[in-house]
């Protein structure tokens, strides 16, 4: 597909970022302190909480449709032709859609993995792994150090690699991998924060942007943005349904345990008005006995049901969550479900998978993040 756009990914210069949990943010943070800096920069996330094009952006604008139905239609034979997935599809659409845009920098997230993942056609001029949990082990393997060997197929010959991952072993995984790509590898110090203001909310945003500023501090003299470049964009940097405060309502794609610790944690920091009652559906392929326990420790009510738009074989099943929390209200019905949830609570929270809060922002007036 990219040979039939006359590769456009040669056009600009890439950063790659993975990691199981923080590489949405970190992507976020490098892209918002580029933009500061005047730099015209790309940024492809993945996955889209609304509308597709979330995905694709540069300088904060995202695609437009008209655009993407245009590219759509031009590598329709190519998609095809190599039975392409979606997200292959969307990759290509994307560096096509930054090169046809002028982007000078793209700051690309990985999908899933690393070493066999769509994106990782990219001769980056910096990669990094922000962190390594266990997800995803029908793909990447059962143990975390197989995990971490996939994500680290983004480390390239000569190209800096940052480990922001804080786990003694799994950087150490991480560093031998990295160094047998040839790459030049920069671990981040445990203990590194960020101590400026950030406008990512929760305690574990402070560990990303560290990660961040490593990422930017790799970069070549010529791109590396100005420190208060850096400042500014982290201040202003926002990522919808990642810790998403509006009003009452707290959106959070906890998608799997770790982001589950990470939300529980942002919770206790935040102290929002109580009672606070939680809407969650998660994927049946997560360990969603675990997330459920962990988060009803920290709110007064828990919702349990499904999302519309979430893969019929992808979905938990509902009889048996509410079987296992038995205090937890089962609505099958996303819609009323959604109506329930705020009945006497001062503060309501939705989370878990990226359908989840997708389908409950695209229900609630103004709150979808493309208008």
């Not at 202003?236 to 794609?253: Q, T």
């Not at 992808?314 to 959604?338: I, K, Q, T, Y």
């Amino acid at each position: 597909m990219l040979e039939r756009l006359g590769h456009p990914e040669h056009h600009f210069h890439a950063i790659h970022i993975g990691g199981t949990n923080g590489k949405g943010s970190v992507a976020v943070l490098i892209a918002a302190a580029l933009c500061q800096a005047g730099t015209r920069t790309g940024l492809y996330t993945s996955p889209h909480l609304v509308d597709v094009r979330e995905r694709m952006v540069v300088d904060g604008r995202p695609l437009t449709r008209a655009a993407f139905a245009q590219w759509t239609e031009f590598l329709r034979e190519a998609i095809e032709e190599v039975d392409a997935s979606f997200f292959e599809a969307t990759t290509a659409i994307a560096f096509a859609d930054f090169a046809a845009r002028g982007a000078d920098v793209a700051v690309v997230e990985v999908g899933l993995g690393g070493r066999l993942d769509s994106t990782n056609v990219l001769e980056p001029v910096v990669s990094a792994v922000t962190h390594v949990t266990r997800d995803h082990t029908e793909y990447l393997g059962a143990s975390l150090q197989s995990i971490a060997m996939e994500k680290a197929g983004i480390a390239k010959p000569g190209a800096p690699f940052v480990i922001g991952e804080t786990d003694s072993q799994l950087t150490a995984t991480l560093r031998e991998a990295g160094r047998a790509a040839g790459a030049r590898v920069i671990a981040v110090p445990p203990d590194a924060r960020y101590e400026g203001p950030l406008g990512l909310l929760g305690p574990h945003q402070r560990r990303n942007a560290a990660v961040a500023q490593a990422v930017l501090a790799a970069l070549p003299d010529d791109l590396q943005p100005p420190g208060e470049a850096v400042a500014r964009g982290f201040a202003s940097a926002r990522l919808p349904g990642r810790l998403d405060r509006r009003g009452k309502w707290i959106f959070d794609v906890a998608h799997n345990p770790g982001g589950m610790v990470a939300l529980v944690e942002a919770l206790s920091v935040l102290t929002p008005p109580r009672p606070v009652h939680a809407l969650v559906s998660v994927l049946g392929d997560k360990d969603w006995v675990r997330m459920i326990e962990l988060l009803r420790e920290a709110v007064d009510a828990v919702w349990l049901t499904s999302p519309p738009s979430a893969p019929a074989e992808r979905r938990w099943d509902l009889d048996a969550a509410g079987c296992r929390f038995s205090s937890a209200v089962v609505e099958a019905d996303f819609a009323r479900a959604l109506q329930g949830v705020q009945q006497g609570a001062a503060t309501v929270v939705v989370a878990g998978s990226f359908h989840t809060v997708g389908d409950a922002m695209a229900r609630l007036p103004g709150f979808a993040p493309l208008r």
